[in-house]
């Protein structure tokens, strides 16, 4: 039995209003089957939905427990051009606990309780749900002294190396046992309460998971290899966001009250271990795949920039001890560096902060890519295989693995959103990919947020 479209029926008003007599009607659409008008404006019927339940939610989560009167409407910074959804959803989101000051990214949109590309201080408190359930994302790049034209023969057998070393995908372990300090660092296993998870942790280091998780190859203007990863603390920091969530009273889903917790209560000191510990094992698992890349590759390292982007720092603003709530946004601090990528046929960049008052509008936070224009049905809804293989060969990028889900078409172009950011920051390098790796289709990755 078909399944109900929830958004059907807006869509087709929608439709009609656009002037489409029938909204029934048939739409050739370029390398795919045609489809009804109606279909055209599912994702407006969509973004609408969001808006009225994230307003419907509102209420509810601000009587949940009232707010001190000292963080009452608290300044929030809208950098670029978002659906009323996000917008409503982080106002939410600040609504709840001590929080200071907030800021939504130019690639901002929906997220698990919290906008990704949302950021947040708190006064005296952290937030579960703020930091997510892929505790510690991030991104790595690594420059070489290797240039491309030494290697340009060889890019397919590269990439189908980095495919056959690196374990992609769900429930993975990597194949190759991993020796790290971090495994031995018993007092943070314990304070974190993740003890029982050590062997676990041991086996999935250096997996690199699926969706937007991947592996670049990427050449800057000088012609030099640049390899760039992006993944987080998989098993570890979905398991740890879980049980500190539900401890914490938290619920799953978008538009629910964050989880904020005291940082010295016992339940917030244990979960600022367990994220610290998960931040570390995430710094551990991307060096491990960079090197192992490196060693495939040839080559010496020139350079390294290294971010996470789903995590809580202790940092100072306007003379404030602050918690600075990142989920899907760089620290971006003055002179401070960063790795942001776009999409897998679009330029990454090299950036760094600059001081400015736009800076400090922004927590001296800035964007940690692209930003989804479609989520991942409706991107596999709207575009095929064809237009996304058209895009990567004039780009030239091998592609092994990813999904519709992640094709070009279905975010933003990083130059867009980075034209929003450039008062406060300024872009060093631009990174051309010529070879991307990625889980297969159809791969659902429980460890991602």
Request: with cysteine.
């Amino acid at each position: 039995m078909e399944r109900s479209d929830p958004y059907k029926a807006r869509a087709r008003e929608l439709a009609m209003a656009a002037g489409y007599a029938d909204p029934d009607v048939k739409v050739e659409r370029p390398g795919m089957k045609a489809w009804p008008a109606w279909c055209q404006f599912r994702q407006a019927a969509r973004d609408e939905h969001m808006a009225h339940e994230a307003d419907a939610a509102g209420a509810e989560i601000a009587a949940l427990k009232p707010q001190d009167a000292a963080y009452h409407d608290s300044p929030l910074t809208v950098i670029g051009e978002h659906d009323a959804a996000t917008v409503v959803q982080m106002r939410n989101c600040m609504s709840v606990g001590n929080a200071v000051a907030g800021v939504i990214c130019a690639d901002g949109h929906l997220g698990y309780a919290q906008p990704v590309g949302g950021v947040i201080a708190y006064e005296k408190q952290i937030s579960i749900s703020g930091v997510g359930f892929d505790i510690g994302c991030g991104n790595m790049a690594v420059r070489l002294d290797t240039r491309f034209e030494e290697i340009e023969s060889r890019v397919g057998n590269i990439a189908k190396d980095i495919a056959r070393i690196v374990s992609f995908g769900i429930g993975r372990s990597n194949n190759e046992r991993v020796e790290h300090e971090l495994f031995d660092d018993s007092n943070a296993w314990k304070a974190s309460d993740m003890e029982a998870y050590r062997q676990k942790a041991v086996n999935q280091i250096g997996t690199v998971g699926s969706g937007n998780h991947y592996v670049d190859l990427m050449r800057d203007e000088a012609g030099y290899v640049w390899i760039g990863v992006h993944f987080g603390s998989r098993g570890l920091g979905h398991t740890s966001a879980t049980r500190y969530l539900k401890a914490a009273g938290g619920k799953e889903g978008m538009n629910v009250p964050p989880a904020v917790v005291d940082e010295d209560s016992e339940l917030g000191q244990r979960y600022i271990a367990a994220m610290e510990l998960a931040g570390r094992y995430s710094y551990a698992g991307r060096e491990w795949v960079v090197e192992r890349v490196r060693q495939i590759i040839g080559g010496t390292v020139t350079d390294m920039v290294h971010n996470h982007h789903n995590y809580a720092w202790r940092e100072t603003h306007d003379g404030r001890d602050l918690w600075v709530v990142r989920k899907g946004a760089t620290p971006a601090f003055p002179g401070q560096r960063g790795f942001v990528g776009g999409s897998m046929g679009d330029d990454a960049v090299i950036l760094e902060g600059v001081d400015s008052p736009e800076a400090k509008a922004s927590l001296y936070s800035t964007v940690h890519g692209a930003g989804r224009l479609f989520g991942r049905k409706e991107a596999k809804r709207r575009f095929s295989r064809d237009e996304m293989d058209a895009w990567l060969q004039r780009r030239r990028v091998t592609l092994i693995g990813a999904d519709l889900d992640e094709s070009p078409m279905a975010y933003r172009r990083l130059d867009e959103v980075l034209a929003y950011h450039a008062t406060s920051t300024r872009v060093l390098h631009r990174l051309t990919p010529f070879a991307v790796v990625m889980a297969g289709e159809g791969e659902f990755d429980p460890f991602k947020d």
